[in-house]
C-alpha cells in the first residue's frame, strides 16, 4: 500500500511541519508579506487572522469591516479587514489573500497560561481549502497542494 506521504508527492503536495503545543494546538510557521510570524493553525477558523499588534510587522493595510469575530470564548469583537496580502507557508505561497485583524490576546493569554508560546496569528480555513490542504496528524506535518 502506498505512503500517504509518496501519494501526496507524486500529486505535486508541499510537506509542512506542524508543532503541537502544550495546548494541543498545530503551530506553523508562515511568512506574511515576507515577514515571519508564528500562527496556530485552525480549520474551524473561516478565516486566516493577525492581531492587532502585529499590522505593522507584517506590513498590513487595513480598512473598516463588518465583520464581527467570535472563538476562544470571547464574542462579537471588533475586526479590521486587509487585502492583497502575501503568504507563503514552506515552499507554498497565495498572493492577494485577506485576512482579518482583530484582538488576539485572550488567544495568547490562553496559550501562554499553559506554558505555550504566544502566536502572531491563526491560518484558516481560507487557507486550507484553497491549498487542498491534508494534515497528517499522526507524523505531525501538513501538506499543501504546490501553486506551480
Not at 4 to 28: D, G, Q, S
Not at 76 to 98: A, D, P
Request: charged share 25%; aromatic share 6%.
Amino acid at each position: 500500500m502506498i505512503s500517504l506521504k509518496k501519494c501526496l508527492n507524486k500529486k505535486k503536495y508541499v510537506k509542512i511541519p506542524l508543532v503541537l503545543t502544550e495546548t494541543n494546538h498545530f503551530a506553523i510557521t508562515a511568512k506574511i508579506n515576507g515577514v515571519k510570524g508564528r500562527f496556530i493553525l485552525d480549520t474551524g477558523a473561516s478565516n486566516t487572522c493577525v492581531s492587532f499588534d502585529k499590522i505593522e510587522l507584517f506590513k498590513l493595510t487595513s480598512e473598516a469591516s463588518e465583520i464581527k469575530a467570535a472563538g476562544a470564548g470571547a464574542t462579537n469583537m471588533e475586526t479590521l479587514i486587509s487585502t492583497k496580502n502575501r503568504i507563503k507557508i514552506g515552499k507554498w505561497k497565495k498572493k492577494k489573500l485577506q485576512i482579518v485583524l482583530f484582538d488576539l490576546v485572550h488567544v495568547n493569554e490562553a496559550l501562554t497560561s499553559h506554558k505555550a508560546k504566544p502566536v502572531d496569528g491563526i491560518i484558516g480555513a481560507d487557507v486550507l481549502i484553497k491549498a487542498k490542504a491534508v494534515i497528517d496528524y499522526s507524523k505531525s506535518c501538513l501538506y499543501l497542494k504546490s501553486s506551480s
